[in-house]
C-alpha cells in the first residue's frame, strides 16, 4: 500500500505531533472542527487539509469568500 495521510480529529493531535508527521512526509488533515475556536486551533497547527462543517468560515478566514 502506498498511503501518504492520516486524519484525526482536531483534539486528538497537538501542533508537535502533527509537525512530526509532516516532516516524516505524512499529510495530515484535521476534522471535528465546528466553533471559531476550533478553527483558529487547527488553522494555527498548519495541517494540510481542514475539513470544517462551516465552509463559510473558512472561506472568509483565507480571504476566499466571495458572495
Known amino acids: ?3 501518504f ?4 480529529a482536531n483534539d486528538d493531535i ?3 505531533q502533527l ?3 509532516q516532516e516524516s512526509g505524512i499529510r495530515v488533515c ?3 472542527i ?3 475556536k476550533e478553527h483558529e486551533d487547527a488553522f494555527l497547527k498548519s495541517p494540510d487539509f481542514i475539513q470544517s462543517d462551516d465552509i463559510i468560515y473558512m472561506l ?3 480571504g476566499k469568500y466571495k458572495k
Do not use: P, Y
Open 1 to 3: 500500500m502506498h498511503l
Open 5 to 8: 495521510g492520516i486524519t484525526t
Open 14 to 16: 497537538t501542533a508537535e
Open 19 to 21: 509537525a512530526l508527521a
Open 30 to 32: 484535521l476534522w471535528d
Open 34 to 36: 465546528r466553533k471559531q
Open 60 to 62: 472568509k478566514a483565507f
